[in-house]
Nanobody, 124 residues
Framework: QVQLAESGGGLVQAGGSLRLSCAAS????????MAWFRQAPGNEREFVAS????????LYADSVKGRTTISRDNAKNRVYLQMNNLKPEDTAVYYC?????????????????WGQGTQVTVSS
């Protein structure tokens, strides 16, 4: 059983930056593929980015590519999401997720454990 806890969300103006953090506990962090998803009101949860066990491989949604960087620190059991040049359409609750497999998947159903989410609001 893996427990995930997100932090770092908040209110930011368009064009600004935020760094989200997710702390993991309850498992061997370096054996879990990690990802970020987001869900805006009235929308389905959507994939943002994922990162491999060692951090040497990443996958991004087209909507955030070039503005967002996912990273992890296995020594600290943390995964991060650096978001730059934020847009109002990035407003959502952002969730950290993990899975035991090695493939960089983007399906919600592929992930086994989820955090409670952190709100990101981008004002225009």
């Amino acid at each position: 059983q893996v427990q995930l806890a997100e932090s770092g969300g908040g209110l930011v103006q368009a064009g600004g930056s935020l760094r989200l953090s997710c702390a993991a506990s309850g498992g061997t962090f370096s054996r879990y593929l990690m990802a970020w998803f987001r869900q805006a009101p009235g929308n389905e949860r959507e994939f943002v980015a994922s990162i491999s066990f060692s951090g040497d491989a990443t996958l991004y949604a087209d909507s955030v590519k070039g503005r967002t960087t996912i990273s992890r620190d296995n020594a600290k059991n943390r995964v991060y999401l650096q978001m730059n040049n934020l847009k109002p359409e990035d407003t959502a609750v952002y969730y950290c997720a993990s899975r035991g497999g090695s493939a960089l998947l983007s399906r919600v159903s592929a992930y086994d454990w989820w955090g409670q989410g952190t709100q990101v609001t981008v004002s225009s």
